[in-house]
Nanobody, 125 residues
Framework: QVQLVESGGGLVQAGGSLSLSCAAS????????MGWFRQAPGKEREFVAA??????AYADSVKGRFTISRDNAKNTVYLQMNSLKPEDTAVYYC????????????????????WGKGTLVTVSS
């Protein structure tokens, strides 16, 4: 079992930055692919970014603005969000999967095995 706890959400003006963190339990954190998803009101949960070892995969809507990283020693994955836009407003969820056969660039919410409860990010115009 893996438990995930997100933090770092809040209110920010358009053009600003926020950094999200996701702390994971479990002694084999390093073997999990980690992802960030988001869900805006009235919309489906969508892929934002994912990372397995090093480097990341991103949705086109956030490419060049968001950066995903992980610190396996701290069992934590991060999402640095820059140049935020009002359309980035959503609840952001951290998720994990131990399926080694999945490609992080094509992860969907149905691929993920574990989820956090989410943290709200609100970007004002």
């Amino acid at each position: 079992q893996v438990q995930l706890v997100e933090s770092g959400g809040g209110l920010v003006q358009a053009g600003g930055s926020l950094s999200l963190s996701c702390a994971a339990s479990g002694r084999i954190f390093a073997f999990y692919a980690m992802g960030w998803f988001r869900q805006a009101p009235g919309k489906e949960r969508e892929f934002v970014a994912a990372i397995r070892w090093i480097g990341g995969a991103y949705a086109d809507s956030v490419k060049g603005r968001f950066t995903i990283s992980r610190d396996n020693a701290k069992n934590t994955v991060y999402l640095q969000m820059n140049s935020l836009k009002p359309e980035d407003t959503a609840v952001y969820y951290c998720a994990a999967t131990d399926n080694q056969r999945l490609t992080i660039a094509t992860l969907t919410r149905n691929d993920m095995d574990y989820w956090g409860k989410g943290t709200l990010v609100t970007v004002s115009s």
